[in-house]
């Protein structure tokens, strides 16, 4: 079993790192706001001082994170390089630019650790479920260290390659769900003018090209699927103001590599809007409002 060091004990931080103690692990844990390591500390997190206090001993760190910015001062300013035993593996679980996972890769390893970025997929309730996608990024041995930690807290591990192909392969995923959120939408706007039933297009879709996970597992209008969050008042789920993040960071990619993602950026220009509209902590599936001008 090892000693884990568990940094940024949030809504995703808190049940992976509880999953890591039900395992058997040790987890110390930091969080800058005491409440949250409180409620941390109530499902077997050990409370440490600081972020560096909670790595002193760590074989294993994680983070998790609001942003690259985030990482990189625990890594650098708060000490836990410093703090933690040579050759200890960096797990940063964040969802964070490409840019800033691969600096954070390399003061890791110039400080003689080995790293990996793997953020998750799969929300709240896979982190409390243990059932998370990780996407890793990093060198075949940090992996190899990293993945039983990894399989502790998910379901579907996947190796992406090198430093930073964990974002990477985060981002991507997230712009096609974010696109095909307002594909589906548009449809079901364009289905109300025509006259057509939310459960006939939803039969007929669900069953032709038009399938897609937005639809089958998620769909934005309430009926066809008891479980999407359409039927909650669009309670999250997945906040409109996490969608706008990771479509800004997909943009932010783009940008520096010279891909061309025009939809990207049409759906990151509306998820803004749907936050602007006040909706930034209803589900990103709210959006149909904003695309039919109303609520119903
Ligand atoms: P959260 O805001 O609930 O938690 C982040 C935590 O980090 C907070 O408790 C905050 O106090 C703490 N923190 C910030 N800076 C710190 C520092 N310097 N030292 C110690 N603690 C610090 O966010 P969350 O929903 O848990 O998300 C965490 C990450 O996971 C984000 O990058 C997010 O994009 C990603 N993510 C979230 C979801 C989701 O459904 N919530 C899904 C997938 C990925």
């Given at each position: 079993m090892a000693n884990i060091a568990f940094i940024g004990l949030g809504n995703m931080g808190t049940p992976m790192a509880a999953n890591l103690v039900k395992k058997g692990h040790t987890v110390a844990g930091f969080d800058l706001t005491p409440a949250n390591l409180e409620f941390a500390v109530k499902r077997g997190v050990k409370a440490a001082k600081s972020a560096a206090d909670a790595a002193k001993t760590a074989d294993v760190i994680i983070t998790m994170l609001p942003s690259g910015k985030d990482t990189i001062a625990v890594y650098t300013k708060a000490g836990v390089l410093d703090a933690a035993p040579k050759g200890a593996i960096f797990i940063d679980c964040s969802t964070i630019d490409v840019t800033s996972a691969r600096q954070a890769h390399e003061l890791a390893s110039n400080a003689g650790m080995l790293a990996i970025d793997s953020p998750v997929s799969g929300g709240i309730g896979g982190a409390e479920a243990a059932t998370l996608t990780m996407m890793a990024g990093g060198s075949k041995d940090a992996f190899a260290k990293a993945k039983p930690f990894l399989e502790a807290v998910g379901k579907k591990v996947v190796h992406?390659?090198?430093?930073?192909a964990g974002q990477a392969a985060k981002i991507c995923n997230n712009m096609i769900l974010g696109i095909s959120m307002i594909a589906v939408s548009e449809a079901f706007t364009l289905a109300e003018k025509l006259g057509l039933s939310h459960q006939a297009l939803y039969d007929v879709a669900s069953t032709s090209s038009g399938q897609c996970w937005a639809l089958t597992?998620?769909?934005?209008?309430?009926?066809?699927?008891?479980?999407?969050p359409a039927n909650n008042n669009?309670?999250?789920?997945?906040a409109s103001a996490l969608m706008l993040k990771d479509m800004k960071l997909s943009q932010e990619a783009a940008a520096q590599s010279g891909a061309t993602t025009p939809m990207g950026a049409a759906a990151t220009q509306l998820y803004a809007l749907h936050n602007s509209w006040g909706?930034?902590?209803?589900?990103?599936?709210?959006i149909i409002n904003l695309i039919r001008g109303k609520t119903q």
């Open positions: 992406c390659g090198d430093a930073g597992s998620y769909c934005p209008v309430p009926g066809p699927v008891p479980t999407s669009y309670k999250p789920g997945f909706e930034s902590a209803s589900d990103f599936s709210g």
